[in-house]
């Protein structure tokens, strides 16, 4: 799987959009964007995925850039529940193979009051 | 609650004792997936079961660890002869065929005095 890179922390207030980046240049064309976000002591939670186009949810917004090699993750109006580690993990698809889940460190999100 | 449970929730043990972990996926998920999770890191990938197979371990699963899922089911995950290194929480996680997203339990934190 694509290595992916993210901040390790971002600040945010609340009411206001967050937008998270996330940089995989080694993406292949076989490749989905995946996100999670794990707030404190819980498993992780998916939020969204996307292969090219951009994506919605009642959670979250997917942008993905033409060359696929970054994107980012949009909470509208970030509250102090999204604050939370949020992972980025470029994969397979599942359908491909029992396609484990590479975490990396991950952007720690801070929503302030 | 995402559906997966796992028992127990908090693990104390002394070095050198045996330790067995139990994970109840979501009921229609023939996906099961195990991860470990050191303070401040992101999760590792364990091992990998679809149906009752286990198809893929990790490296990190040394020859003291052993996971089982004999119905397809449950599964467990044992350590034998803990070592303080072995203290991290495990998580599991479970997933369909049709779906692209693996849903988590809350994870046993496992402590090794």
């Known amino acids: 799987d694509a290595k992916t890179t993210q901040p390790p922390s971002m600040d945010c207030a609340e009411g206001r959009a967050a937008n998270l980046p996330c940089n995989h240049s080694?993406?292949?064309?076989?490749?989905?964007v995946y996100w999670y976000r794990q707030i404190h002591s819980q498993g992780p939670q998916y939020i969204i995925h996307g292969l090219k186009n951009n994506e919605t949810n009642e959670m979250a917004s997917l942008i993905i850039t033409e060359d696929r090699k970054s994107s980012t993750l949009i909470l509208p109006h970030a509250t102090l529940r999204d604050t939370a580690v949020y992972y980025c993990i470029v994969r397979v698809a599942v359908e491909t193979s029992g396609s484990r889940l590479t975490f990396g460190e991950g952007t720690q999100l801070t929503v302030n009051p | 609650d995402t559906g997966v449970s796992q028992d127990p929730r908090h693990k104390i043990t002394k070095r050198g004792q045996n330790v067995t972990f139990r994970c109840d996926p979501i009921?229609?998920?023939?996906?099961l997936y195990w991860y470990r999770q050191t303070l401040g890191q992101g999760p590792e990938f364990l091992t990998y079961?679809?149906?009752?197979?286990?198809?893929?371990k990790s490296r990190l699963l040394s020859d003291r660890f052993s996971a089982e899922r004999p119905k397809g089911s449950f599964s467990t995950l044992e350590i034998q002869r803990t070592e303080q290194g072995d203290s991290a929480m495990y998580l599991c996680a479970s997933s369909s065929d049709y779906y692209n997203e693996q849903f988590f339990g809350p994870g046993t934190r496992l402590t090794v005095l």
């Open positions: 079961f679809q149906n009752e197979a286990q198809l893929e």
């Open positions: 080694t993406i292949s064309g076989n490749e989905y």
């Open positions: 009921s229609e998920h023939n996906r």
